[in-house]
């Protein structure tokens, strides 16, 4: 299943990509492998967040571990209320496409790659579903500081998965 899938109908979306000098599943294994040590950027900005101790291993593990669950090979899904600064995650539902209760928000992540040229183009995308207009109108405010952030930590991350692919 992709983001797409996952998150068809969405009221936010991210979508950031790099070309890398690998094949699409190198592409796709370096950045699932990065850590906090290929990004130090995303230490700092871990701490800025409030999230206490930075995780350990990858990131995309780091990612399953605080409540992301497997949408799919490539994809993570998480209900919660990301305004929150504990994040409200709700990892008790089993299903993530008919789940549809008030002041949440359903949120879909994926690292993907496609043969590009004689590489491959590396991207993630986020898309964001809000449940009503409350969570609407919290999730635009907290958004409105995070969205800057939440770019620069993907383009890090893909940029050291395009120097993992690579050497």
């Known amino acids: ?6 998150l068809p109908v969405y009221h ?8 890398v000098e690998a094949s699409p599943a190198d592409a796709v294994a370096a950045a699932k492998s990065i850590t906090l040590a290929d990004v130090p950027l995303l230490r700092t900005l871990f701490r800025l967040r409030g999230l206490g101790t930075p995780p350990r291993g990858s990131l995309w593990e780091a990612m399953g571990r605080n409540g992301f669950r497997a949408g799919g090979e490539e994809t993570l899904t998480l209900i919660g209320r990301p305004w929150r600064i504990t994040g409200g995650r709700r990892p008790d539902v089993q299903d993530f496409a008919a789940f549809d209760e008030p002041r949440y928000a ?14 491959a183009r590396l991207a ?3 898309r964001v579903f809000l449940t009503d207009p409350y969570a ?20 890090s991350w893909l940029k050291a998965a395009k120097r993992r692919a690579e050497t």
Request: charged fraction near 25%; hydrophobic fraction near 40%.
């Open 12 to 19: 936010h979306r991210e979508h950031h990509s790099i070309h």
């Open 124 to 126: 993630t995308e986020t």
């Open 106 to 119: 359903k949120m879909a992540v994926d690292m993907i790659a496609v043969p590009e040229g004689g590489g």
């Open 1 to 6: 299943m992709s983001v797409a899938d996952a």
């Open 136 to 155: 609407q109108r919290r999730f635009r405010a907290y958004w409105l500081v995070i969205r800057p952030f939440s770019g620069l930590t993907r383009r």
